[in-house]
């Protein structure tokens, strides 16, 4: 069981960050029976597709679809993004959501197949239940003992520390090695703050702030959670410590784990790619653990958008990994109609091959009407703080009817720059048509490659 440590990760709030065009949506918007509520969640119409969502929720929740997938199929703008974040939002922190584009898989570096792996293995979650001995308390006390910097004299670094902990019931002073006392200072403990020590690993973790520590300072906005009361009991205890780790993780610590090995004996090299091996040996002694009880298998979602990027290479690697005791569940995204399978001379529905589209469960989503995009703009205003006009909303409508809901919501921020130009804050119709004239769409790129096509580069 050693070789579990905790691993950073790419934890899935910092994923939802980077989606920022979809930053709006909450969830899916459905009410206790799971029918959708034409607004709410940041999510606009779309009904039926949204319905069909909470049911998918549901059946992973229950741990009903592992091993399957879900297609959504639609028109470019129609949601489908949106809708696979959604989900992502309602199965919450716990369940590993992995979000990959099939552009993603075309590195030069890293082969497709890895890239595949990599991201399924990180949509696999364990769960440990673990007793961990640790010391937790408020801190009364902290002293450092500094030390000069090897390399640089100027600079003093802690050598070790003296920290003094309590609860209501027990206070204890605990002298601390290097390790401990850099871990410490860098998450700059002081006196109030409730904390706790791995007895075993060293690992400091800070849980909180406790109010009316004497000689404590504090501040009006703090940072961590506050306690209004010392917690009670013993400072040295077990404690049940529950995480989520994935696959991946497990490989990454095993894979450095055997590279430190290696590099002692002074053959260190850089690995691109997890060497199979250490796969299969993180497989077996999870399933050992699994069926010892000691963790739980948690399946995640593996999420690729724009499916038809991904070949028939890719396409044959992912069947067989959701015939593997391993695997995630699969949401897809696509909207293409018949289109070419790429890496073959084959067309086929949303240009994936028959035999995997077999599989899954497909969620259409339809075109919006005019209403709905009215209030789909709405809400990005509010989201990315500009204030339309009438006209100009009803201008924004009109332009995301007429050419795409996308190239409408990204003609905002350029027509709000327009507007403060000129001193207002409100954006008015011209500012958007004057946004629309600098920025084209689509459909008049193409137009434009068209015409000037000779004086392209090839
Ligand atoms: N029903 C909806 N409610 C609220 N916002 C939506 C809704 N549908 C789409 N959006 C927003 O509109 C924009 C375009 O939608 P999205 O990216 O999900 O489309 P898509 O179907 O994935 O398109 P593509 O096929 O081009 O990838 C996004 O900013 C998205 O958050
Ligand atoms: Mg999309």
Do not use: C
Request: glycine share 6%; aromatic share 6%.
């Amino acid at each position: 069981m050693s070789m579990i440590r905790e691993v950073k990760e790419e934890s899935k709030r910092e994923m939802l960050k980077r989606i920022s065009a979809h930053s709006h949506i909450r969830g899916l918007g459905l009410d206790e029976k799971g029918e959708p509520l034409f607004i709410a969640d940041g999510l606009v119409g779309q009904l039926e597709a949204r319905k069909a969502a909470g049911v998918v929720v549901k059946m992973i929740k229950e741990g009903k679809l592992a091993g399957r997938g879900i297609l959504f199929v639609g028109p470019p703008g129609s949601g489908k993004t949106a809708l696979a974040i959604a989900i992502a939002r309602e199965l919450g922190e716990d369940t590993p959501f992995v979000m990959i584009n099939g552009a993603e898989l075309y590195s030069s570096e890293i082969k497709k197949t890895e890239i595949l792996m990599r991201a399924v293995r990180r949509a696999i979650g364990i769960r440990i239940r673990e007793f961990r001995r640790v010391y937790e308390g408020v801190v009364k006390e902290i002293k450092f003992a500094l030390a000069s910097h090897p390399f640089n004299p100027y600079v003093k670094v802690p050598r070790g520390a003296r920290i003094t902990l309590a609860t209501k019931d027990e206070e204890k002073t605990l002298e601390v090695d290097q390790a401990i006392a850099t871990q410490l200072a860098q998450l700059g403990v002081r006196r109030g703050d409730l904390i706790s020590i791995d007895a075993d690993s060293g690992e400091v973790f800070k849980l909180g702030r406790v109010k009316g520590v004497e000689k404590a300072k504090y501040y009006d906005v703090e940072t961590t959670r506050v306690l209004e009361e010392m917690p009670k009991g013993k400072i040295f205890k077990e404690k049940e410590i529950v995480r989520t780790v994935t696959l991946h993780d497990l490989d990454e610590a095993y894979a450095a784990q055997k590279r430190a090995v290696i590099s002692l004996i002074g053959v260190g090299t850089e690995e691109k790619e997890i060497d199979p091996e250490i796969r299969r040996a993180v497989d077996e002694s999870v399933k050992k653990a699994l069926s010892e009880g000691k963790v739980t298998l948690v399946p995640g979602v593996l999420f690729i958008d724009d499916v038809h990027m991904l070949d028939i290479e890719a396409f044959s690697f992912l069947s067989r990994v959701m015939e593997s005791e391993f695997s995630p569940i699969l949401i897809m995204a696509t909207n293409r109609g018949i289109t070419k399978i790429r890496g073959t001379e084959l067309e086929g529905p949303h240009g994936v091959p028959l035999d995997l589209l077999d599989r899954l469960l497909i969620i259409t989503v339809r075109p919006y009407t005019t209403d709905e995009m009215r209030e789909i703009i709405l809400i990005r205003a509010d989201e990315e703080e500009v204030k339309l006009s009438k006209d100009a909303l009803e201008l924004l409508v009109k332009i995301a009817s007429e050419r795409s809901l996308r190239y409408a919501i990204q003609l905002m921020q350029p027509a709000r720059i327009i507007a403060e130009k000129k001193g207002r804050d409100e954006i008015r119709k011209e500012d958007v048509e004057e946004a629309s004239k600098l920025f084209i769409d689509v459909s008049q790129s193409v137009e434009l490659a068209r015409k000037w096509e000779d004086k392209f580069l090839k």
